[in-house]
C-alpha cells in the first residue's frame, strides 16, 4: 500500500514536471507570426497613421503615483493626433523589472514594452530567441525622424547596435554632460573666514583646514560638534573619488579610467595606493573623517546638514544646496580638485553616460509593427521628445518667440521633479534629446543651468581626457563580466575602507594586489579593452 | 501588605523584586520601538536621524500623515483591502474547516491518500511563473479572485483546524447523535462549529492578517490601481517618494523627496497597522486556547 502512494506521487509529481516544461515550450516555440499585408487603413507618411482607431497593448513603467498613462496629457494629444489608441498597462516603477520579467517568462507578451529599461543582456537574449523583433528595416522604411538622428548622430546609432547588428531596442537620452563629475566636493566658507584660512588649492592646505574646523569650534558652541568631513563610502555622487585625483589618478565607483585608448584599474595602482596611506594617516587617525561615512545613508548624512547648530565642515553631493538647504547654502563654496603632495590634480570623468538602449521594445505578439514604428517615431521628433522627458506644452513648457520651450512655473505646493513625474513618462521614455537641442529647442532647467556652470567653472579645466563609454557587449563578455565583477568590487571597497579606517596599506598591498589578481582582475580589464578598442575601432569606421 | 510580605522568605522578596525588574526592563524593550515609532510619525526627521527624538515628539510635525491621507487611493486601498480581507477569509475559513472536519473522521475512506496530496503542496509548489499562467488561463488576472481563492486553504491550517477537532469532538458524541437521528450535516453545524470557536478565531485572525498584509499577489495579478489593496498602495507612497539616486538629472527634489519619505515612513506604519491592532484584543481570548488545542497532536 505505502509503496504504492511512493509510486503515485513520483508519477504525478514527474508528470507536474513534465507539464511545466511542456508549457514553456509551447510558447517559446511559437512561430513569429507574418505581419499582414497592411490595407488602406495605414498611411505610410502623414497622419493619422491610421485612418480607423487600432489599438495596441503596451506595458510600461511609471512614477508610483503618476497617474495611468492613458490620462496623461501627451498621450492624450498623441491618440489625437495618430489615430492609434494605447491600451497601458503601467506598472509602479520599482516592481517593473520583476513584472517584465514574468510577463517575459511567461510568453504573455503585449504588443510593445514602452520606457522598458531592457538590459543589454535582454536585448541580446530575447532578439535572439524571438521574443522581441529586430527594428532596423522598420525603422528604414516608417521612422523618418530616427533615422534624421542617426544620420546627425552616427554614435547614437553605433551604441544602440548590438553586437550581432540588429537594433533591437529604441534609444533614450538627455545629452547634457551634466554628469561628467557627479562628486561635487564643498567647503564651509564662512568657518574658513572666520579662522582666517582661505580657500585650500592643494591637499595638505584642505587637512590643515579640516583639522582647524575640528579644533578651533567654528560654530562657536563650545563644543566640539563639528564634522570635519563626511561623506558616502562608494555611492553615487557622495564618494571622495574625486579627491584621489590629487594623487594623479582619479578613482570612481567602478575603478575604472580610461587614458589613450587604454583601460587602467585604479585600485590597484600606486596612486591609489598612497591617496589611502595618506587619507589614513593624515584625515582618519585625527578623526578629521565622520566615522559614519563608512555606514551611513542618504538620509542620515542630509540630516547632518541641517541640525540645530551648523556642524558640517566640508562634504561630498551633487550640488551645494540639498545637503545644508538653501538658507545655509551662501556660507558653503565648491573647492576645484586638489593640488597633490606630488603635484596631482586631477578629477575624473564618469563612465557610461551613452544613450539608453532599450527605451522600446516591439515583441513577436504584434501584429501591426509598422503602424508601432511609426507611432513611436512621432516620439524622437526633438520637440516631442522634450515633452516626453519633461512634460508637455502649455502644462510644464511654452514657446518662446523663437520657438524654444521655456519652463512654465511649477504649481505651488509641489516640487518640480515630481509635478513632472505626474504629467510625462520622464527620463526614462524614448526620444533623444541631443547636445545642440538643449538651448535651441527645449531649455534646460535653471539648476542644470548653474551646474553646468559650475562644471564648466570648477572642474572642467582638471577633467580626464576620456572616459569609459556606454559599450554594448557580447552576450559571452556579459557573463564573465557579471561573473568576475561584482565580487572583485565588493572585495575593492571593503578593502578601501579598512585602509583608510584601519590603515596597514603598506603591509597588506601586496596581499591585496594577489587577490584582486586571483579575482579575475586580469580577465575583467581585457574584456573591458576589448570591448573599448571594438568600440574606438567601430566609430573610425562610421 | 506588611503581612503579605511577611510570609515570603528574604530570598523570595528579592527574586520578586529582580524579576519584575527584568521583567519591566523587558517590556520596554518591547514597546519602545512601537512608541517610537508613534512619536516618529509626529516628528522631523532630521530630529529624528540626528537622534533628538527618543522620549517625545520633537519639531511636531503632521506633515507625513497629511501626505498620506491627501492621497485618495489611501481610501481606494482601505476599501479593499477590508473587502479582500472579508471575502478571503471568508472563502480561506471556509475551505479549511471544510477540508478539516472530514479529515479528522476516523470514517472517512482513502484519508492518507488526500492528506498524503495535501502534505506535498507544502512541500513543492508550481513556482512563480506556472502559478501566474494557471491565473492567466483561469481569467482571473486583474480581478479580485486572484486574491482571494489561490491561497484559499492553507495545508498547515487545515492540519491545525483537523487536530483541534480530532482532540476536542469525541466520536463518542458523533455515536450518541447519529443515534439520536442526527445527519452528518446537522451534526456539523449544531454541534461541531459551537464548539470550534475558539479555532475558528485563530483562523480568521490568521486569514485577516494574511490578507491584511499581503501585497505581493496584488503586484504580480493586478493592473488596475483602484483595485490595488492598502499595502501595495502604502508600498508604491512610499517607494514613489523614495529617491531613485540612478536619475542623474532629477535630483533637484532629492532632499524634499527624503524628507518626505522619512516623514512617511512611520506614520505608513501606524495607518496601516491600526485596523490589526484594533482587532486583535477581541480575538486574543481565543488565541491561545485556539492554538494550543490544535497543534498538539491528538
Known amino acids: 500500500m505505502k509503496s504504492l502512494f511512493k509510486k503515485a506521487g513520483i508519477l504525478v509529481l514527474a508528470g507536474a514536471f513534465v507539464l511545466s516544461g511542456c508549457s514553456e515550450n509551447g510558447n517559446g516555440s511559437k512561430k513569429q507570426e507574418s505581419s499582414p499585408v497592411q490595407n488602406t487603413n495605414f498611411n505610410k507618411t502623414?497622419?493619422?497613421?491610421?485612418?480607423?482607431?487600432?489599438?495596441?497593448?503596451m506595458v510600461s513603467p511609471k512614477a508610483a503615483l503618476a497617474p495611468e498613462f492613458s490620462e496623461m496629457e501627451i498621450f492624450k494629444r498623441l491618440e489625437k493626433e495618430t489615430n492609434i489608441k494605447i491600451k497601458w498597462e503601467n506598472i509602479p516603477d520599482t516592481d517593473y523589472a520583476e513584472k517584465k520579467n514574468l510577463l517575459l517568462a511567461s510568453g504573455d507578451l503585449p504588443d510593445a514594452f514602452y520606457a522598458a529599461g531592457f538590459t543589454d543582456y535582454e536585448l541580446i537574449n530575447y532578439g535572439k530567441d524571438g521574443t522581441i523583433i529586430p527594428l532596423e528595416d522598420l525603422i528604414d522604411q516608417y521612422a523618418p525622424n530616427l533615422k534624421a538622428l542617426f544620420e546627425r548622430r552616427p554614435d547614437i546609432k553605433s551604441s544602440i547596435t548590438a553586437p550581432d547588428g540588429h537594433i533591437y531596442g529604441l534609444p533614450s537620452w538627455e545629452d547634457n554632460n551634466l554628469g561628467t563629475n557627479p562628486f561635487f566636493h564643498v567647503i564651509n566658507k564662512s568657518w574658513l573666514d572666520k579662522l582666517g584660512l582661505k580657500v585650500p588649492q592643494t591637499l595638505d592646505e584642505y587637512t590643515e583646514a579640516l583639522l582647524a574646523f575640528k579644533t578651533q569650534d567654528p560654530n562657536d558652541n563650545g563644543k566640539q560638534d563639528e564634522i570635519p568631513l563626511s561623506f558616502m563610502?562608494?555611492?553615487?555622487?557622495?564618494?571622495?573619488?574625486?579627491?584621489?585625483?590629487?594623487?594623479?589618478?582619479?578613482?570612481?565607483?567602478?575603478?575604472?579610467?580610461?587614458?589613450?585608448?587604454?583601460?587602467?584599474?585604479?585600485?590597484?595602482?600606486?596612486e591609489y595606493k598612497?591617496?589611502?596611506?595618506?587619507?589614513?594617516?593624515?584625515?582618519?587617525?585625527?578623526?578629521?573623517?565622520?566615522?559614519?561615512?563608512?555606514?551611513?545613508?542618504?538620509?542620515?548624512?542630509?540630516?547632518?546638514?541641517?541640525?540645530?547648530?551648523?556642524?558640517?565642515?566640508?562634504?561630498?553631493?551633487?550640488?551645494?544646496?540639498?545637503?545644508?538647504?538653501?538658507?545655509?547654502?551662501?556660507?558653503?563654496?565648491?573647492?576645484?580638485?586638489?593640488?597633490?603632495?606630488?603635484?596631482?590634480?586631477?578629477?575624473?570623468?564618469?563612465?557610461?553616460?551613452?544613450?539608453?538602449?532599450?527605451?522600446?521594445?516591439?515583441?513577436?505578439?504584434?501584429?501591426?509593427?509598422?503602424?508601432?514604428?511609426?507611432?513611436?517615431?512621432?516620439?524622437y521628433e526633438p520637440y516631442m521628445a522634450a515633452q516626453i522627458h519633461w512634460g508637455p506644452l502649455d502644462v510644464v513648457f511654452e514657446k518662446d518667440e523663437s520657438g524654444k520651450l521655456v519652463n512654465l512655473p511649477v504649481p505651488d505646493g509641489i516640487s518640480a521633479g515630481e509635478f513632472r513625474q505626474k504629467v510625462a513618462p520622464g527620463s526614462g521614455g524614448p526620444g533623444v534629446i541631443t547636445f545642440e537641442d538643449f538651448g535651441k529647442i527645449v531649455d534646460m532647467e535653471l539648476r542644470a543651468q548653474q551646474r553646468a556652470k559650475d562644471l564648466e567653472q570648477y572642474y572642467?579645466?582638471?577633467?580626464?581626457?576620456?572616459?569609459?563609454?556606454?559599450?554594448?557587449?557580447?552576450?559571452?563578455?556579459?557573463?564573465?563580466?557579471?561573473?568576475?565583477?561584482?565580487?572583485?568590487?565588493?572585495?575593492?571597497?571593503?578593502?578601501?575602507?579598512?585602509?583608510?579606517?584601519?590603515?596597514?596599506?603598506?603591509?597588506?598591498?601586496?596581499?591585496?594586489?594577489?587577490?584582486?589578481?586571483?579575482?579575475?582582475?586580469?580577465?575583467?580589464?581585457?574584456?573591458?579593452?576589448?570591448?573599448?578598442?571594438?568600440?574606438?575601432e567601430n566609430l573610425k569606421n562610421k | 501588605m506588611y503581612q503579605l510580605l511577611k510570609r515570603k522568605s528574604r530570598g523570595d522578596v528579592w527574586f520578586d523584586i529582580i524579576n519584575n525588574i527584568l521583567l519591566t526592563l523587558v517590556m520596554l524593550l518591547v514597546l519602545f520601538p512601537l512608541y517610537f515609532v508613534l512619536i516618529a510619525s509626529f516628528s522631523d526627521p532630521n530630529y529624528i536621524y540626528s537622534g533628538e527624538v527618543w522620549l517625545f515628539p520633537k519639531g511636531f510635525t503632521l506633515d507625513g500623515y497629511e501626505r498620506i491621507f491627501s492621497d485618495s487611493s489611501i481610501w481606494i486601498g482601505y476599501v479593499n483591502s477590508i473587502l479582500y480581507a472579508t471575502l478571503g477569509t471568508i472563502i480561506g475559513v471556509a475551505v479549511t474547516v471544510f477540508a478539516a472536519y472530514p479529515l479528522a473522521r476516523k470514517n472517512l475512506v482513502g484519508k492518507s491518500v488526500i492528506m498524503w496530496f495535501l502534505m506535498i503542496t507544502m512541500f513543492f509548489s508550481g513556482g512563480l511563473i506556472p502559478t501566474y499562467l494557471l491565473i492567466k488561463d483561469l481569467h482571473m488576472l486583474n480581478t479580485i479572485w486572484a486574491l482571494v481563492i489561490p491561497g484559499a486553504g492553507g495545508v498547515f491550517n487545515v492540519i491545525i483546524v483537523r487536530t483541534f477537532f480530532q482532540s476536542s469532538i469525541p466520536d463518542e458524541m458523533w455515536e450518541a447523535a447519529s443515534i439520536d437521528g442526527c445527519s452528518n450535516t446537522r451534526f456539523f453545524w449544531s454541534i461541531v462549529l459551537p464548539l470550534s470557536k475558539s479555532i475558528l478565531a485563530?483562523?480568521?485572525?490568521?486569514?485577516?492578517?494574511?490578507?491584511?498584509?499581503?501585497?505581493?499577489?496584488?503586484?504580480?495579478?493586478?493592473?488596475?490601481?483602484?483595485?490595488?489593496?492598502?499595502?501595495?498602495?502604502?508600498?508604491?507612497?512610499l517607494v514613489q517618494n523614495q529617491v531613485?539616486?540612478?536619475?542623474?538629472?532629477?535630483?533637484?527634489?532629492?532632499?524634499?523627496?527624503?524628507?518626505?519619505?522619512?516623514?512617511?515612513?512611520?506614520?505608513?506604519?501606524?495607518?496601516?497597522?491600526?485596523?490589526?491592532?484594533?482587532?486583535?484584543?477581541?480575538?486574543?481570548?481565543?488565541?491561545?486556547?485556539?492554538?494550543?488545542?490544535?497543534?498538539?497532536?491528538?
Open chain 1, 46 to 57: 502623414g497622419l493619422p497613421i491610421v485612418n480607423n482607431t487600432v489599438t495596441l497593448r
Open chain 1, 233 to 270: 563610502h562608494m555611492q553615487w555622487c557622495m564618494d571622495i573619488a574625486g579627491i584621489f585625483g590629487a594623487f594623479g589618478l582619479p578613482d570612481n565607483l567602478e575603478h575604472r579610467v580610461v587614458r589613450d585608448g587604454k583601460v587602467i584599474f585604479t585600485a590597484n595602482q600606486p
Open chain 1, 274 to 379: 598612497e591617496a589611502l596611506k595618506y587619507f589614513h594617516e593624515k584625515w582618519y587617525k585625527q578623526g578629521l573623517i565622520d566615522p559614519e561615512s563608512f555606514t551611513q545613508d542618504a538620509a542620515q548624512y542630509l540630516a547632518k546638514g541641517k541640525t540645530t547648530d551648523e556642524t558640517l565642515g566640508s562634504y561630498i553631493w551633487w550640488e551645494i544646496d540639498e545637503v545644508v538647504g538653501t538658507e545655509r547654502s551662501k556660507d558653503y563654496v565648491l573647492l576645484s580638485p586638489l593640488k597633490g603632495p606630488n603635484g596631482g590634480q586631477t578629477i575624473g570623468r564618469a563612465n557610461g553616460g551613452g544613450p539608453g538602449r532599450g527605451a522600446f521594445v516591439i515583441t513577436k505578439e504584434n501584429k501591426n509593427p509598422e503602424i508601432t514604428m511609426r507611432w513611436i517615431d512621432q516620439q
Open chain 1, 460 to 536: 572642467n579645466p582638471y577633467m580626464e581626457k576620456e572616459n569609459y563609454p556606454s559599450i554594448f557587449f557580447e552576450p559571452e563578455e556579459l557573463d564573465k563580466i557579471n561573473k568576475i565583477e561584482p565580487e572583485l568590487i565588493k572585495y575593492v571597497n571593503t578593502q578601501r575602507a579598512k585602509f583608510i579606517v584601519d590603515g596597514g596599506v603598506n603591509e597588506q598591498w601586496d596581499n591585496y594586489v594577489k587577490t584582486l589578481e586571483k579575482m579575475g582582475l586580469n580577465d575583467l580589464m581585457e574584456i573591458y579593452q576589448t570591448g573599448l578598442d571594438r568600440y574606438n
Open chain 2, 202 to 237: 485563530v483562523m480568521v485572525l490568521y486569514h485577516v492578517v494574511g490578507f491584511w498584509n499581503g501585497f505581493f499577489d496584488a503586484l504580480i495579478y493586478l493592473n488596475d490601481e483602484n483595485k490595488y489593496p492598502l499595502q501595495l498602495v502604502l508600498r508604491n507612497i
Open chain 2, 244 to 298: 531613485n539616486s540612478g536619475m542623474m538629472i532629477d535630483v533637484e527634489s532629492y532632499a524634499a523627496k527624503m524628507r518626505v519619505t522619512e516623514l512617511i515612513k512611520y506614520g505608513v506604519i501606524i495607518v496601516s497597522s491600526l485596523p490589526l491592532l484594533i482587532l486583535y484584543p477581541f480575538l486574543q481570548k481565543y488565541f491561545v486556547k485556539g492554538v494550543m488545542i490544535g497543534s498538539i497532536k491528538g
